[in-house]
C-alpha cells in the first residue's frame, strides 16, 4: 500500500515539475520548488522535450526489475510449506541455505541468504526455531522428578553459628 501511494506521489511530482518546466522555469528553481535533484530534473526534462508530459507519468521508478515473479514467488511459497523433506532434504528444517538451494534448483536464480531472508519476509514468513526436546520425554516422569528427587538434591544453607 505504501509502495503504491509512494508511486502515485512521484508521478505527481514529476508532472508538477514538467508543469513548471513548460512554464518557462528552469531546472535549477524547479528542482528547489518539488524538492528534486537537480540531474532528476534535467533527466525529466529531456523525458519531457522528447516524448511529452504524458511520458512523464508513465517513466519507471528505476531500479532492477525483479528476477522472481509474483507467479514464481506464490511457487516457492507452496514449496516452502510442503516441507524441505518433500524436496529432498534430510530433515524437515528450512534453513537459509536450503531455500536458496531450493530457489536456484527450480528456478536457476542465484541469490544470497540475505536475499533470501528477505525474500522470505516478504511472503510473511519468519524465523522459528524447533523445539529441543526429545520425542520420548515423558512430561509425568520430569514432573515427578521437579517436586520429588530435585528438592532433596538442593543444597540448604548453612545455619549460622552465634
Do not use: C
Not at 511529452?52 to 506464490?74: F, K, V, W
Amino acid at each position: 500500500m505504501n509502495a503504491k501511494r509512494n508511486s502515485e506521489e512521484a508521478i505527481k511530482r514529476r508532472l508538477r515539475a514538467g508543469r513548471l518546466l513548460l512554464a518557462g522555469k528552469s531546472p535549477p528553481e524547479v528542482a528547489r520548488l518539488v524538492g528534486a535533484p537537480r540531474q532528476t530534473v534535467y533527466r525529466w526534462r529531456e523525458v519531457l522535450d522528447a516524448s511529452g508530459i504524458d511520458a512523464l507519468r508513465n517513466m519507471s521508478t528505476g531500479g532492477r526489475p525483479p528476477e522472481l515473479g509474483a507467479a514464481e514467488l506464490s511457487r516457492l511459497y507452496v514449496m516452502l510449506l510442503e516441507g524441505a523433506t518433500a524436496h529432498g532434504f534430510a530433515t524437515p528444517l528450512w534453513t537459509l541455505k536450503r531455500v536458496r538451494l531450493l530457489i536456484e534448483r527450480e528456478f536457476g536464480v542465484r541469490y544470497s541468504e540475505v536475499h533470501v531472508w528477505r525474500l522470505l519476509g516478504q511472503l510473511g514468513l519468519s524465523n522459528q526455531k524447533p523445539d529441543r526436546r526429545a520425542l520420548e520425554r515423558d512430561a509425568a516422569a520430569i514432573e515427578h522428578w521437579r517436586r520429588r528427587t530435585w528438592p532433596a538434591l538442593k543444597k540448604t544453607p548453612l545455619a549460622k553459628a552465634d
